[in-house]
């Protein structure tokens, strides 16, 4: 099903549509509808149903997993607020 829709643009992008129709040997309105169905068409692929979601997350969740840094890290938020408090006092000049 196809559906008829009437767009006022300005003279630039007009210009801009039909130099770019004549070079393909095609009209204005057909490419400026070839244009929009292909926005569009970009717009509905990437919309994923219910399935296409649970594997995309899936996928994604395979990444989770430990890291090693080669030193050890502490999670402990009393530890951090003290880190943080010490940093924020410490003005860092050098003697």
């Not at 300005?10 to 801009?16: D, G, L, S, V, Y």
């Not at 994604?60 to 006092?89: M, Q």
């Amino acid at each position: 099903m196809s559906q008829i829709i009437n767009l006022k643009l300005n003279n630039k992008i007009f210009t801009a549509i039909q130099q770019q129709a004549e070079a393909m040997g095609t009209s204005p309105e057909i490419l400026a509808a070839s244009i929009l169905e292909k926005q569009f068409e970009q717009v509905f692929s990437e919309t994923l149903d219910e399935g296409e979601r649970e594997v995309a997350r899936t996928k994604f969740e395979e990444h989770f997993g430990e890291i090693n840094l080669s030193h050890t890290i502490d999670v402990n938020n009393e530890s951090i607020d003290a880190d943080l408090a010490r940093e924020y006092v410490n003005n860092h000049e050098e003697a």
